[in-house]
């Protein structure tokens, strides 16, 4: 039974090798590897040769390792043109120097060398992807190429650390030859990330590429991340795309990041998006573009949940379940009268440990905060460092609730500040 064997080899020290037949004669030099993406990625499909008729692919599995450090080619008829229509990535083409993305690390790097294995069993020699090198071993070895033997090139390299990137961990950005940039290889990862993470690698991106990982997004994880960029960048994301798209990102997004949002865009565009969306959401939004950003309306969302003053615990969690707004901003239930007007407010540690047939009013903080809408920013911020608030619900004239202003928002504004 033939033992399994394990080498590792860099793509740099690779690129250039005779590729012989079985009696030694060379049929090419290695041009560069085609690697599968989807479901086969990093999974090595051809190796490119460039011969004396051109360039040509061969199957991975038609190519072995020699001693001698050189490719042997099984069968040379396996030798076919290549077709630069394949959905092919090619390593030495559209990864070297390329920018990628490190899921593993949430971060953006860029690409000075890939490193491969050799699986051997017996007589088969299978190659694969093993990581991509993002520090200085792999700039070293390609400066260095061609002016030191490979003994001693990769002898000098080990030395240095390494700093690689498994292949499962990598979102490859790459550019076609019509300049378009699109994102390859399992890039649904991103969708698992947190919003914040997603917002670093857009602005580490350069424009195209940002672009093309910004588009692969769903509606709801677009606008997370949305909201997590600068203003300046949410605009320049939106520029490319129709107001349609835009329209189901904006209705994703909290209904104040939203308003914040279409308030720094032209008139034009804004209208053109607000006619897309939904009426409902289209209201929500219109209502806060009215307010005042610098005071407490202009940064409150219209997204919370209140009940009425006589509802038990069990009424609290059934509107719980049907809010359609993001949950996780949810830190009270409010209370209200038959008018509307603000007369409680329920934290949810209190809500949960309750028994389902309590009254919420009976679990009510004793002094419920609120204030008006025309507060402005800079005492709302005062306010909300006085009482240590999560929250605070937003009254118009007549004492009735009309919206709630979150911390982040007053953190963003005092960020903005500094």
Request: some cysteine.
């Amino acid at each position: 039974m033939h033992e399994r064997t394990t080498t590792r080899v860099s793509l740099t020290a690779l690129l250039g090798t005779p590729v012989t037949d079985a009696q030694g004669h060379i049929c090419g030099k290695l041009k560069d590897i085609a690697v599968a993406t989807g479901a086969d990625a990093g999974k090595v499909a051809g190796l490119v040769l460039k011969t004396r008729e051109g360039l040509r692919i061969v199957p991975a599995s038609e190519v072995m390792e020699t001693p001698a450090g050189t490719l042997e080619l099984r069968n040379p008829s396996a030798l076919t043109e290549l077709n630069e229509k394949s959905s092919f990535l090619y390593l030495a083409q559209d990864l070297i120097d390329r920018q990628i993305i490190d899921v593993h690390g949430r971060k953006v790097v860029r690409v000075n060398d890939v490193e491969l294995e050799w699986l051997g069993h017996g007589s088969v020699h299978l190659l694969r992807v093993a990581e991509v090198e993002v520090g200085l071993r792999g700039a070293f070895r390609r400066v260095l190429k061609g002016l030191l033997p490979r003994t001693t090139l990769d002898g000098l390299s080990m030395k240095m650390k390494a700093n690689g990137i498994p292949w499962e961990f990598v979102d490859v950005i790459e550019v076609d030859p019509a300049r378009r940039v699109k994102l390859r290889i399992e890039h649904e990862r991103l969708a698992k990330m947190h919003p914040s993470d997603i917002a670093d690698i857009l602005e580490d991106l350069a424009p195209a590429e940002r672009e093309a990982v910004f588009s692969t997004l769903d509606e709801e994880v677009a606008a997370e991340a949305l909201e997590e960029v600068e203003p300046k960048m949410q605009k320049a994301l939106l520029e490319t795309m129709d107001e349609e798209r835009i329209a189901d990102i904006v209705e994703e997004m909290d209904p104040a990041a939203a308003a914040d949002l279409l308030a720094e865009l032209p008139d034009e565009k804004s209208e053109a998006i607000l006619e897309e969306m939904e009426p409902e959401e289209r209201q929500e939004v219109e209502e806060l573009l009215e307010f005042d950003e610098n005071s407490a309306a202009g940064a409150m969302t219209t997204d919370f949940v209140a009940v009425h003053t006589g509802a038990t615990v069990a009424d609290a969690v059934a509107a719980l379940r049907s809010f359609d707004g993001d949950v996780e901003m949810i830190t009270h239930v409010f209370l209200v009268d038959d008018k509307n007007a603000l007369t409680g407010a329920v934290s949810l540690p209190r809500l949960v440990l309750a028994l389902p047939e309590t009254r919420l009013d009976v679990l009510s903080e004793p002094r419920v905060l609120s204030c008006p809408w025309e507060m402005k920013l800079n005492e709302l911020a005062e306010t909300f460092d006085k009482y240590n608030l999560q929250a605070l619900p937003v009254v118009d004239a007549h004492g009735q609730i009309v919206g709630v202003v979150q911390a982040d928002h007053v953190i963003s504004y005092l960020r903005e500040k500094v």
